[in-house]
C-alpha cells in the first residue's frame, strides 16, 4: 500500500561545488518512473510500514497520530518536514498532540527520538495513549455520536443545504497501517513500549554547566540537540545508507523556553536572537536529507519579540496553532461550551508543487471527550433568545469577528474586514 | 514559466531584458511560484542560470520545473545551471570544518560578518570561462530567499551589501540579471526585513508583490499580484506604472486576471 521511492547516487553537475559525494536519499521523489530521469537505476519502489504516499505528488507521508489532522493537513505530516504545534497558554493539550505522534510511531515500529528540558524521555513513554483497536474504536466513536444526535441520518427537511456540507469529523480509519486512534484515559501497555526503539535527549543530563562559549552563536543546548539528531541519524543509516529503511520520527519538546538556554522568551532584544531561527535552519537541513519526521512544540506566546515568530514559522513547514479556552472569557460562554479550544492551521507547505491540499474548513475546534481527541468545525449554535438581550449578541459579535478573516494559510486578509 | 505572466510582463524567452534586478516579495502569502516561473523562464532562454536555493531541497525545484516543462538535472549536467542547496550545505559545513572557503562560511561564525564567500561563489559560477565561445546567453542570479539569511545571523546591511556587489557584477559587468525573494511581513515589526526590503525596492527595476485578498482566503482566487516597474533610464518620461492583477494557482499553471474577473465570479 504505502510506496516510496529512492534514487541512486545522481550524477556530479559540473562546477556545482555543493554537490554531496554521498547518495541522497530524500523523500521528495516522484513516484513511478520518469521519463528521461538522469538518475542511474530509476526510482524503486519501497514500502515502509506507516507510512503512505500523498494522493497529489507521491510524497511519502507519516500519520500525525490523529486521523482528523491527518486529512487537515492534506493526508498526513511528509516525510523529510517540520510541524510546528504553537502550544496552547498553559501547555494542556499540545502534550496531547506530542504523545499522539510518539504513540502512532511506537505503533507503526518507526524509531523515535525524545528530546525535553523538562521530562525524562522515559516517563514521557511511559505516559503515551493506548492504541484502539478497530472495531472498539468504532464504538467509542459511534456511542459519542449517538449521545449527540440521535437522527444524524435523516434526510434533511428544512435546512436541506447543511445537507451538502462536508462532514467534518473524521471517523476511526480502520483496517489501515496508517492513522490510529488512541485511547487518551489509558496508557499504552508496556510490552509495546519494549517493542519499539527509541533514543531519548535529556537536556539536563547532556549539558554541563560549565560549557565554554560556543563560537557559532548556538545555544548549547540546541548545538547538543543537532549533535545528537546527526548522530542518531548517522548511526542508524536514516539518511539511505541502511538498505531496511524506516522512519525516524523526532519529538522535540518545548524548544524556545527559557529551559534550552535560550532567552528569547525573557527579552525583547536579546544577545542570541539568531540561535533558534539558525537552529530550525540547520534541523531543516538534517530532516531534508534524511528519512525522518519532526513534530516541535514551541511556546509562542511566550516569546517577547514577534518578529522571531514570523521567522520561526517561515522555517517550519507545517504550523499548528492551539488555543484553549482554559482562563479566558470564552470558557464561559455558552456559545463555546461544547469544545475546549480552537485549532488553526496557519500553513502547510507546498511540496515538489504549486499549490497545496488546504482545507476550506478555516474554523475548527477541538474537544478533548473521556477518550477521544477530536478536531471539529466550529458551529455557531442559532440565537434562539425570545428577548433579544445585550450579553448574547456581544457573545456573538466576538464570535463573528473570530470567523470573519478566517486564518487563512496562504493568504489572509485585513483584520478590520469581518464579515 | 507562464505564458500568462510572460504576457504581463512583456518579455519572451526569445528576447529577454538584460541588467536588470527583480525583486519578488509576498505578504500574508507564499511567492514561491514567482520563483519557478523565473527559474523555467531563464533555462528556457537559454542562459546561465546560478541559483542560491537557501529553503527547499534540490529535488523540489526539479519536480516543479518538469511541470513548467524544464529539468533541472539535464540542465545542471550541461553546465547552465549551478545550483547552491543550502540545506544541504549548511549541514555540511556546520558539523565539519572545510579546508577552502565554502559560501555558507557564515553559519560557523558567532557574528556573521559579511557574504564575501557567496559573492565569490556567484561570481565564479557566473564569469564566463575563457574559451572564448558563447554558449549562453546571459548570466542570470537567482535567490530564494534572502529573507533567510536575517535568519541565519547576517545583518541586513551585509545582505544589502551582497546584493549591491551581485548587482554590481552581474547586471553590471556581466549585462545579466538578477532576481531575489524576499518575504514581507506586514503585522510584526521586523526591522531588519524592512531594512532590506526598503533598500532593494529603491534598486530593483521590476517590483513583483504577491499579495493576499484583503477579504482573506477565497478557493478561486489565491491572491493578487502587484506588478511595478520602473524605467532604468531617466531619459524617457514615462511614469512607473503599476499594475494589479489576480491570480489563481493551478497544478502546472498559473491563471491571471483582470481584479474582479476570476472565471468562478462571471
Known amino acids: ?419 | 514559466m507562464f505564458p500568462e505572466l510572460n504576457n504581463l510582463l512583456d518579455t519572451a524567452p526569445d528576447r529577454p531584458e538584460q541588467g536588470t534586478l527583480t525583486l519578488l516579495c509576498d505578504a500574508k502569502t507564499d511567492g514561491s511560484f514567482l520563483v519557478h516561473h523565473f527559474l523555467s523562464f531563464y533555462l528556457r532562454a537559454n542562459c546561465k542560470v546560478c541559483f542560491v536555493a537557501l529553503l527547499q531541497s534540490f529535488s523540489h525545484y526539479n519536480v516543479v520545473g518538469q511541470k513548467l516543462g524544464v529539468s533541472l538535472t539535464a540542465a545542471r549536467e550541461r553546465g547552465q545551471l549551478v545550483f547552491l542547496e543550502g540545506l544541504r550545505s549548511s549541514v555540511d559545513i556546520f558539523f565539519q570544518a572545510q579546508e577552502d572557503p565554502h559560501p555558507l562560511q557564515f553559519l560557523r561564525e558567532a557574528n556573521a560578518g559579511d557574504l564575501k564567500p557567496l559573492y565569490t561563489f556567484v561570481k565564479e559560477a557566473l564569469t564566463p570561462t575563457d574559451s572564448g565561445k558563447a554558449v549562453w546567453r546571459c548570466p542570470v542570479l537567482l535567490v530564494d530567499d534572502l529573507s533567510v539569511l536575517l535568519s541565519l545571523g547576517v545583518g541586513a546591511v551585509a545582505v544589502l551589501d551582497f546584493v549591491h556587489y551581485c548587482r554590481a557584477t552581474v547586471c553590471g559587468d556581466l549585462k545579466g540579471n538578477m532576481v531575489a525573494l524576499v518575504h514581507e511581513s506586514r503585522d510584526v515589526e521586523d526591522e531588519d526585513n524592512d531594512i532590506l526590503l526598503n533598500g532593494l525596492s529603491h534598486q530593483s527595476h521590476l517590483i513583483l508583490r504577491a499579495e493576499g485578498l484583503a477579504t482573506g482566503f477565497c478557493r478561486d482566487v489565491h491572491g493578487q499580484l502587484r506588478i511595478l516597474r520602473r524605467q532604468a533610464s531617466r531619459s524617457t518620461a514615462r511614469q512607473e506604472r503599476s499594475l494589479t492583477y489576480q491570480y489563481k494557482i493551478q497544478d502546472k499553471n498559473v491563471l491571471f486576471f483582470a481584479k474582479g474577473m476570476s472565471p468562478a465570479v462571471l
Not at chain 1, 500523498?54 to 486521523?67: A, E, F, I
Not at chain 1, 502512532?104 to 524521555?121: D, F, K, N, Q, Y
Not at chain 1, 488512541?182 to 549539558?207: C, N, R, V
Open chain 1, 1 to 419: 500500500m504505502a510506496a516510496a521511492a529512492t534514487c541512486s547516487p545522481d550524477a556530479q553537475g559540473t562546477g556545482s561545488k555543493a554537490a554531496s559525494s554521498r547518495s541522497n536519499v530524500t523523500s521528495f521523489q516522484r513516484r513511478g518512473p520518469r521519463a528521461g530521469a538522469a538518475d542511474s537505476g530509476g526510482p524503486r519502489l519501497v514500502s515502509i510500514a506507516g507510512t503512505r504516499p500523498s494522493l497529489r505528488n507521491g510524497q511519502l507521508l507519516v500519520s500525525t497520530g490523529l486521523p482528523a489532522l491527518d486529512q487537515l493537513l492534506g493526508g498526513g505530516l511528509a516525510v523529510g518536514t517540520v510541524l510546528l504545534i504553537e502550544e496552547d497558554k498553559y501547555n494542556i493539550y499540545s502534550p496531547l498532540l506530542f504523545k499522539y505522534f510518539l504513540a502512532e510511531g511506537v505503533v507503526s515500529g518507526h524509531t523515535l527520538l525524545i528530546a525535553s528540558a523538562e521530562e525524562e524521555p522515559t516517563d514521557i513513554l511511559q505516559e503515551l495513549p493506548a492504541p484502539l483497536l478497530d472495531d472498539s474504536c468504532k464504538k467509542e466513536f459511534d456511542e459519542d455520536v449517538c449521545k449527540k444526535i440521535p437522527e444524524s441520518n435523516v434526510q434533511m427537511k428544512i435546512a436541506w443545504r447543511y445537507q451538502l456540507l462536508p462532514k467534518m469529523e473524521v471517523g476511526p480509519v480502520s483496517s489501515s497501517k496508517f492513522g490510529h486512534c488512541y485511547d487518551a484515559s489509558k496508557k499504552m501497555p508496556q510490552e509495546l513500549i519494549e517493542t519499539s526503539k527509541w533514543h531519548g535527549f535529556f537536556l539536563p543530563e547532556k549539558i554541563s554547566s560549565d560549557l565554554p562559549i560556543e563560537s557559532c552563536s548556538l545555544a548549547p543546548g540546541y548545538l547538543k540537540l543537532l549533535q545528537f539528531i546527526r548522530n542518531v541519524i548517522y548511526e542508524e543509516g536514516f539518511d539511505g545508507s541502511n538498505p531496511q529503511k524506516n522512519i525516524l520520527r523526532i519529538g522535540l519538546e518545548s524548544v524556545g523556553s527559557p529551559l534550552w538556554g535560550d532567552d528569547i522568551c525573557c527579552t525583547e532584544n536579546c544577545d542570541s536572537s539568531r540561535s533558534l531561527t539558525k537552529f530550525l535552519y540547520l534541523l531543516r537541513g538534517l530532516l531534508r536529507t534524511s528519512l525522518s519526521a519532526c513534530v516541535i512544540t514551541m511556546p509562542t506566546h511566550l516569546i517577547q519579540n514577534k518578529a522571531i515568530i514570523g521567522r520561526v514559522k517561515n522555517l517550519a513547514d507545517t504550523v499548528v496553532a492551539l488555543e484553549s479556552f482554559i482562563g479566558s472569557e470564552r470558557e464561559t460562554n455558552p456559545l463555546y461550551k461544547d469544545y475546549h479550544g480552537l485549532i488553526h492551521i496557519r500553513q502547510i507547505p507546498r511540496l515538489n508543487n504549486l499549490i497545496c491540499d488546504e482545507s476550506e474548513v478555516k474554523d475548527l475546534a477541538f474537544k478533548l471527550k473521556r477518550k477521544l481527541f477530536t478536531i471539529e468545525r466550529l458551529h455557531l449554535p442559532p440565537d434562539l433568545s425570545d428577548t433579544v438581550s445585550r450579553s448574547s449578541k456581544q457573545g456573538l459579535a466576538d464570535s463573528a469577528k473570530l470567523l470573519g478573516p478566517g486564518c487563512g494559510t496562504m493568504a489572509r486578509g485585513e483584520k478590520h474586514l469581518d464579515f
